[in-house]
């Protein structure tokens, strides 16, 4: 597909904003033409064509607003006073602009303004809206209760804390939302002293960022569950590492004789010296291995059925170099003097193996939760 050249971007912006609005009122977009000709005369107030399109429009967008709330109000379709508001607020935002641009106003000197027609508007809104609420909520059912929440929300927008529709609201969510218990990841080992509070936390931390409190999808841990007195939970995610190692050391030694012959300058530029260097490398690498599997499950609360049952794999390798040498520097090169200036390191504790070799886990863990949990919310 051909792209427009950049420099053609400005001129027709120019176009587009010099535009009197002509065109848009021939074809019957009456809101857009007045929007052109009242943006038009902001900067040009003697526009003859503006001027012509904003007195010969107005009067029509007036005229095609009436019909549009005539109709909606006649017919029986749904939630009509949504469209009657609509209608209403477009005529305002045309009164605003007018009003806020001297050369309209003098050609539109007391524009159309819905105010207490508005208000009742609204009114009526909130109540179809919360009606349509109490009905679905009536009908006892998860589903049914999400669409009272919808129906109550759009409500409160309408008109804030309309009847009490706070508390419906509150009822509706609860009613409609999936509770999750997440249990706390075990570790069973008798070899280490270890910890997964720390992964706990995360995939916590992970699950309420991707499902806020507004979502459908409600996460707690038992404490929490406990506190709120949740005994009848949606689902248990229970966690267990095993069948893991840390620490595992592997230490390789290699020792290499270097030589390396370098030319050398002299004031006899007919003859080529050379020096040779010699040097005893011995280097040292030290891995501390470290790998196990997390095995987690989803259970229905409700059937007890298991719907997910997965092991993920993690590992993770610490690693050392360094050397010593002996003999000339200058038979090494840069890189190999660089890992004489290593010096053998302590390992780490298992603890922070540990957490290392659960990083991928982790990442696997939450994307595969939130494929689950995500048709839920």
Request: net charge positive; aromatic share 14%.
């Amino acid at each position: 597909m051909l792209k427009k050249p950049l420099f053609l971007l400005p001129i027709l912006i120019f176009v587009l904003s010099c535009s009197s609005g002509k065109k848009a009122l021939q074809k019957g977009n009456y809101y857009q033409a007045i929007a052109q000709a009242v943006d038009r005369l902001k900067s040009d107030p003697d526009n003859e064509k503006a001027s012509k399109v904003l007195r010969e429009g107005y009067p029509l967008a007036i005229d095609w607003s009436q019909e549009e709330l005539d109709f909606a109000l006649s017919s029986n379709k749904a939630f009509k006073w949504e469209q009657t508001i609509a209608t209403m607020q477009q005529v305002n935002r045309l009164s605003e602009i007018i009003r806020s641009t001297p050369a309209a106003r003098k050609i539109i000197s007391d524009p159309k303004t819905y105010t207490s027609e508005l208000n009742m508007a609204y009114e009526k809104a909130a109540s179809e809206r919360y009606q349509a609420g109490i009905y679905h909520l009536e009908q006892n059912s998860r589903e049914a209760a999400r669409t009272a929440f919808e129906h109550f929300y759009k409500a409160d927008q309408f008109i804030p804390g309309y009847e009490n529709v706070v508390q419906e609201m509150e009822i509706a969510k609860d009613l409609a939302t999936y509770k999750v218990i997440i249990e706390a990841a075990t570790v069973q080992s008798r070899t280490y002293k270890l910890t997964s509070e720390f992964f706990y936390n995360q995939v916590f931390e992970f699950l309420n960022n991707k499902y806020p409190e507004r979502s459908f999808v409600n996460f707690y841990s038992p404490q929490q569950a406990k506190r709120f007195q949740i005994s009848q939970p949606d689902f248990i995610v229970q966690m267990e590492f095993f069948d893991f190692s840390v620490g595992n050391l592997v230490r390789n030694e290699k020792e290499e004789e270097l030589i390396k012959r370098v030319q050398v300058e002299t004031k006899d530029t007919t003859r080529v010296t050379y020096k040779t260097y010699k040097a005893k490398l011995k280097t040292f690498s030290d891995k501390v291995i470290s790998g196990g599997r997390l095995n987690y499950r989803i259970i229905d609360f409700q059937t007890d059925n298991l719907l997910r049952d997965k092991l993920i794999p993690g590992s993770f390798t610490w690693e050392n170099q360094y050397a010593i040498y002996v003999g000339d520097k200058q038979a090494l090169s840069e890189k190999q003097y660089e890992l004489t200036r290593n010096k053998a390191l302590p390992l780490p504790p298992h603890q922070d193996l540990f957490i290392e070799f659960t990083r991928p886990i982790y990442e696997n863990l939450c994307d595969d939760l939130d494929r689950f949990f995500r048709r839920y919310r």
